[in-house]
């Protein structure tokens, strides 16, 4: 392979793993590594989540020289790489050395473990005061502020921090956090600052709304220097940060120093990209249709992993109660975009698998047949058709109702005080009480995504169509529940492990090749993202009813336990 054919390399920081892919010009991934990162939690807080910026770093340059390794391309060969990250809490000094996040005697100093993971759910008094403000950023978060955002996380540290060491501070949503360790250059995105940091569309940083939160010091006399966006140094998707990759940066990495690095994404608008842009085949056939960037409108990326986002961008700006967003030029200049999301959907998976009494047994099957657990499951589940005479798996759990927010509601109701519970259960542990819960999870996932869906199209979109990326989108029995439940086609990527990174992958390209305007980055996306796999609804007539009285059941049950709690609350009063 010689040097003059173009690569780009894109970096994905995930929840538990960091990921690197040599992607060829036409978007062929010709190599990638996958090696896992540290998370830390409190045995006595389960809220707390912590990771290293150092740990990842070390595994992103470990998996960049392994894909070069791997493919024999030259460093010189690549000629843009981007990232996207976990939309958490990076910390550090003004001199890129990591400060200490943990609660204790250590907090504020220089230490390894300098990130407040996303899923971190310590700040919610302080999302709390945040929302009590009805500040004009709050419409910009579908009217509730997320304790899993940055400046709840932000106000908790000034709070549990020396004042002087809270003065030393740079604070970073992790992509940013990457780019600036990348090429020195503290220019953030508006994906990042926009979506996770409370700045207002249009209008910027609002002085009064850190004022009145008590975090003032920010401001800085306009200058914002503690987040980095000093004299509005904020760009969109993909532009040139700084002179590239510095020379520290690219001996690290094992490649050229002043390489293009593109400003960065959060992994699920990273997902978006390298996902929404794509044809499609159905029953054998690729659409010979090229995508219109306006057909992007009614195109919903849902990366779905350990969480779900679901992202779809707009002409203009909808805001959407209990959705965050309309946020402006997240990724295209100019375009507008709104966030769903589901805080706990593969992790609910596990949960509800791993914690049943049955999961010993099914971990031995699995182990015996040489199967994965989840086909396992479905074996199970098929034997059950077989033996109560039904047609669908959703007719072995028809009395079984199930809502899922153990971790608290994202989107759309925004309530972290929401829980999940189960309604229909049987004196039953067997392996079959298992497989017909792991399906009723399936289900009630789905359902949640058909709220979501709703709120989104009520409010102004014009959403047809489902785009998935992540580990779910390889439970094939999950795509079809999906695609009944919304009554729209589920298109799935030809990796569901790559889109994210592709998408990162895009960065770098759109970076080296100066790209500015949208209709530029989406001609990109459509040449470098492979044709997906249509899905289409085909619920027989009396699972579609189910499915349907499922729903407004499940619609019913978040007013149910949102009175249960008021009465609780004003009985304790």
């Not at 929840?15 to 690197?20: D, H, I, K, N």
């Not at 989540?49 to 470990?62: A, K, L, V, Y």
């Not at 579908?142 to 002087?164: F, Q, R, Y």
Request: net charge negative.
């Amino acid at each position: 392979m010689g040097s003059d054919t173009p690569y780009f390399i894109g970096i994905d920081v995930g929840t538990g793993s960091a990921r690197a892919s040599l992607v060829a010009q036409n978007g062929e991934i010709k190599a990638s590594s996958t090696k896992d990162t540290i998370t830390w939690r409190d045995q006595h807080d389960h809220r707390i989540f912590e990771q290293s910026t150092n740990n990842i770093w070390e595994q992103i340059c470990t998996a960049v020289k392994e894909v070069l390794k791997e493919s024999n391309v030259p460093a010189t060969a690549v000629k843009g790489l981007g990232f996207d990250a976990t939309c958490s809490l990076a910390v550090s000094d003004f001199d890129a050395n990591p400060i200490t996040v943990t609660k204790g005697n250590d907090i504020g100093k220089n230490g390894n473990r300098n990130i407040i993971l996303w899923a971190d759910h310590r700040a919610e008094k302080e999302a709390e005061l945040i929302n009590s403000t009805g500040s004009i950023v709050l419409n910009y978060v579908g009217g509730t502020m997320s304790l899993e955002m940055e400046v709840p996380k932000i106000l908790w540290l000034k709070k549990h921090m020396d004042p002087a060491l809270f003065a030393r501070c740079q604070f970073f949503d992790l992509p940013d956090f990457f780019t600036y360790k990348a090429t020195g250059d503290n220019t953030r995105s508006y994906c990042s600052t926009t979506c996770k940091c409370s700045f207002v569309p249009d209008k910027g940083w609002q002085p009064d709304f850190f004022e009145r939160i008590g975090l003032g010091e920010l401001i800085d006399d306009d200058n914002w220097r503690q987040m980095g966006t000093a004299k509005g140094r904020v760009q969109t998707a993909g532009s040139p940060v700084g002179k590239g990759l510095s020379r520290q940066a690219a001996e690290e990495l094992g490649l050229v120093e002043g390489t293009a690095v593109g400003s960065g994404l959060i992994d699920a608008y990273a997902g978006w990209m390298g996902t929404v842009a794509a044809r499609y085949t159905e029953n054998g056939q690729l659409s010979n249709v090229l995508p219109s960037l306006d057909e992007s409108r009614h195109r919903l990326a849902a990366v779905a992993g350990t969480s779900t986002c679901h992202i779809v961008q707009g002409r203009e700006g909808v805001f959407v109660k209990g959705v965050w967003g309309p946020y402006k030029d997240a990724a295209f200049p100019g375009w507008w975009m709104n966030e769903g999301g589901q805080s706990s959907t593969g992790q609910l998976i596990d949960f509800i698998i791993t914690t049943h009494t049955a999961y010993p047994e099914l971990k031995e099957r699995a182990k015996q047949e040489g199967k994965a657990i989840h086909i396992v499951l479905l074996d199970v589940l098929e034997k059950l058709r077989h033996e109560n005479h039904v047609d669908t798996y959703t007719e072995l759990t028809k009395h079984i109702h199930f809502y899922p927010d153990f971790h608290g509601n994202r989107s759309p109701i925004a309530d972290p005080r929401m829980r999940g519970s189960i309604v229909g259960l049987e004196l039953e542990s067997s392996i079959a009480d298992l497989a017909r819960k792991y399906y009723l999870t399936l289900e009630a996932i789905a359902l949640q995504t058909r709220h979501i869906v709703e709120a989104l199209n009520t409010a102004g979109h014009d959403i047809t169509s489902l785009y998935m990326s992540g580990g779910q989108a390889k439970n094939v029995v999950m795509m079809q529940l999906f695609a009944d439940t919304c009554n729209i086609p589920v298109v799935l990527p030809k990796s569901h492990s790559e889109a994210v990174v592709l998408g990162a992958a895009m960065l770098g390209r759109i970076a080296a090749e100066g790209v500015k305007a949208g209709e530029d980055m989406w001609k990109i996306m459509v040449e470098m993202t492979p044709a997906g796999t249509l899905v289409a609804p085909n619920a027989p007539s009396k699972v579609k009813k189910l499915l349907d009285a499922k729903y407004k059941i499940f619609r019913e049950t978040i007013d149910i336990q949102k009175r249960w709690r008021q009465e609780i609350e004003e009985a304790s009063e």
